[in-house]
């Protein structure tokens, strides 16, 4: 008897953060995220949890998405993705669509690897028993100067990270310049410090001349994130080709038709995809292959406890991303717990099937702003 979808329901949650922070050069109050619960014949569940980025996907998946779906075997991961895309694709090549399918497409995933009573990692292949984490940090804060910066990243070495992540974009490139060999010199040369930029900088020349002179003044940078915006393709591979400190780029893409323009356009060392926007777990899949036949590394962007299993089961994922839970900037572990056990600065699997979330449900139920059910469409 086949296993197939019964229901549909996806809530918008809205986190507010103790205190605001800066990304990039705007301001963060509250984290908004939609989580997706599939119920099948068999009265399994499946979940999955993103960004809306201000987005109505609650209504987006339950009303464009759930209706050419319903009943569709859950086994059945790759058909269901080409019916979600094709019914899509004239309005939802990137952004807001591709949020709502890649929702639907990885809590089909959790529901698979739980049907198989395997982790997902597992099911996708099992290729490591462990991975390294990069924690990311430095977001703007009030009262938050130098001596506090470096107490922040002081922190994450003792608690065992060795691979460390900077925000930037956020104030001017020489404040910025500043921040950076002030937290570099003050870090052992044995952990690695990237940076992040989130887009914000517009000067392609302007930025090489900075990562010039934070090279020149320190024991260098481990990677430039998003140093663009990514519609700048040509900057961007511009200055790729003109650095030797490797380039990050692909957090704001969907679609492996996009990811193969700019990787084939010399944009890339870093392949940073994220399954909750490219396109879910099916797609993300796809461009990691990609990203491997050009021998370039993925890094998928934030949400580890999604991320672990891709990071597990591909050879080209190196290490995957956390974010500091202070004042609430991350909390998907307040949502759905981990799907992983953390121990200086590596992630060890849980071995609970699926993703291994822990839904919180009175945390989920004090947070809901909308829920949308095709039970009650």
């Not at 296993?3 to 605001?20: F, G, K, M, Y």
């Not at 982790?119 to 984490?133: A, D, M, N, V």
């Not at 121990?343 to 071995?351: E, F, K, L, Q």
Request: hydrophobic share 40%; with cysteine.
């Amino acid at each position: 008897m086949q296993e197939t979808i019964r229901s549909i329901t996806a809530r918008t949650l809205v986190v507010p953060l103790e205190q605001p922070v800066w990304i990039g050069g705007y301001a963060v109050l509250k984290r908004e995220y939609c989580l997706v619960e599939i119920t099948t014949t068999m009265e399994r569940k499946g979940y999955s949890l993103g960004f809306t980025r201000g987005g109505d996907l609650s209504s987006a998946i339950t009303r464009e998405i759930a209706p050419h779906i319903m009943k569709c075997n859950i086994d059945d991961t790759e058909k269901i993705w080409e019916i979600m895309y094709n019914s899509q694709k004239l309005n939802g090549r990137q952004g807001f669509l591709m949020r709502a399918l890649s929702l639907v497409d990885i809590a089909l995933w959790d529901l698979k690897a739980k049907k198989a009573g395997l982790p997902l990692h597992t099911l996708l292949g099992g290729y490591r028993e462990s991975i390294q984490l990069l924690m990311a940090g430095g977001y703007y804060a009030e009262n938050k100067g130098l001596d506090q910066l470096c107490e922040e990243f002081t922190g994450y070495v003792e608690q065992g990270f060795k691979h460390l992540k900077l925000m930037v974009g956020g104030v001017s490139m020489e404040e910025d310049l500043e921040r950076f060999i002030a937290l570099r010199k003050c870090l052992p040369d044995s952990i690695s410090l990237g940076i992040d930029a989130n887009g914000a900088w517009q000067d392609v020349k302007a930025v090489k001349r900075w990562i010039e002179k934070a090279e020149s003044a320190t024991s260098g940078i481990s990677f430039v994130e998003e140093p663009l915006p990514p519609e700048q393709m040509e900057a961007i591979s511009w200055l790729r080709n003109n650095l030797s400190v490797p380039i990050a780029v692909g957090e704001f893409l969907a679609g492996r038709w996009t990811f193969k323009q700019y990787i084939s356009s010399g944009c890339m060392d870093i392949v940073r995809a994220d399954a909750t926007l490219c396109g879910g777990i099916t797609e993300w899949r796809r461009i990691a292959a990609l990203a491997d036949s050009y021998n370039l590394s993925s890094f998928p962007h934030y949400f580890s406890s999604i991320h672990f299993h891709l990071g597990m089961a591909f050879p080209g994922c190196k290490m995957i991303e956390v974010v500091s839970k202070e004042n609430r900037n991350s909390s998907f572990h307040l949502i759905a717990g981990a799907s992983y056990e953390l121990r200086d600065g590596v992630a060890y699997p849980n071995h609970l099937p699926g993703l291994g979330l822990t839904i919180d449900s009175l945390f989920v139920e004090a947070h809901t702003a909308k829920l949308v059910s095709t039970d009650s469409c």
